[in-house]
Each structure stands twice: as C-alpha cells, then as structure tokens.
C-alpha cells in the first residue's frame, strides 16, 4: 500500500474493522472519505479470502480414494479357497507424510504473506477522481459482450441498484491469468461511476476466464458488484451492449435511491 492510497489513514482503520467485524464509529461513518476506503477494505478482504480459499484447494489436492486389496482367508479346509475384496486397515487412513503436510502448511503461510505484503488488493489507488462518460467509441461492438446476473432476475432494476455496491464502466487497462484459479484479474480504469457517486479512478477484480471471450486491455467495459461480493454479478462489453445497460442504470437510479436493500 502506497503513501497516495491512504494520505489520511483511514485505509487501515477501515481495513481493521472488515477484519475484526467490528461496526465503525458513527464519526467515521459520517466522513465520506472513510466510506469510500472501508467499502474498498471490505472488497479487498472478501478477494483475498476467496482467493487463499482457492489456494489452499490446490494445495490440499484431490482426495485419496482407497484402493480394494485382495486378502485369502486361510481359515477354511483346502475346498475353500475362495478370495473377497477388502480394503486393509492402513488403506483407509490418509497416510501422508509429516513433511508433505509441514510444507504445504509452510507454503500456504508464504503465499498469504506475499498476497498480504504486496497490498494485492481488489481497489487499486490511482487518484479519487473518474471523468465524464467516454463518447461513442467508432470501434466495432463487441459480440461477445453481454450483461451477465447470478440470482438477480427476480429483482427489479431499481432494486438490483439499492443493492449494488459498485456499478461503473471504463477501459479495460490489464487482464492478467492468476495460475491454477480458473480466473482473470482486471484491471478497469474507470471513467464514469453510476454507484456510488464517485470512487477510485483503477479498480481491480477477478472474473471467471473466458467470461467475457477475447477481452483484452483497451476494451470499453461495465461492471457491477451486488454486496460484498468481490467478483462482479453484471458484465458488459462493447458499446451497443454498454449504452443498453447504461440507460436502464440511468433510469433506475433516482428511484433506487429510495429503495431497501432486501
């Protein structure tokens, strides 16, 4: 973490809070500065723990199945020589090593202390300020460019919007492989926030690979995140996709404004 990303400290207090799941003083919550860093403290812890969760899958590996081993019972007379499949004693135990354990455990501690060390986080500083919308780009649409939802058919626009807690469109900056997830992490310069009003002017987050097909640094893309959530829940790339979404967000809002999160 940078001298620019927290002038004021109110990173690491917001950040001590998500961790502890302690409530924020009602002084804190009513500084506007202090919401913007806790609402990112509160996406980078909900990353960092899905992706430590996904290392420590990969670490653990895929479960021992045991194998059956033949067994004679001498008991009977020699007319008896019949041969059942059991599974011994010492197949039914995970007999891993002490060391492949140790290790493992060693290596889960080092790769959560480098996530940690090198401020790995879902919302990157780069300034508190995001432009104006960009005009319509002359660059061919995007086909493969789509709104995406998980669960939120049943809400209404407006309530899709009281629930979300980032919804923004910019340039897609980098779109780098995290090895052995499954998952991208994107880089977004943002160029216009519909909710909140305003944020961080580079966000960071992971996205399933291949969720949005040939996306590549340069593309003009919209994001939203419901909740906690780290990862986004709607997706759009590619102007005529992105101005669709952008009018019924334009619309919804005031109305969303007044609206309970359920």
Known sequence: MTAEHDKDGHYEVALMAVITGEAPPDDALADDAFVTEYRSATTDVALLREQLGLIGQALAGPERVPEPVPDQDPGPGPGAAAVTSVTSLSARRDRRKPLDVALKGVLAAAVAGVVIGMGWLVVQSGGMSAGDDQGASSAADSSAGRPHTEGDAKLSDAGY??????????????????????????????????????GRARITFPLETGAVPSLRAGDHMLVGFSGDRAHPDTWATGEKEIARERAWITDALPASRTLPCP
């Not at 629930?163 to 992490?185: M, W």
């Open 161 to 198: 919007l009281a629930c979300a807690r980032i919804v923004a469109e910019g340039t897609v900056a980098e779109v780098e492989p995290l090895p052995g997830s499954g998952q991208d992490r994107i880089t977004l310069d943002v160029t216009r926030y519909y909710k909140p009003d305003k």
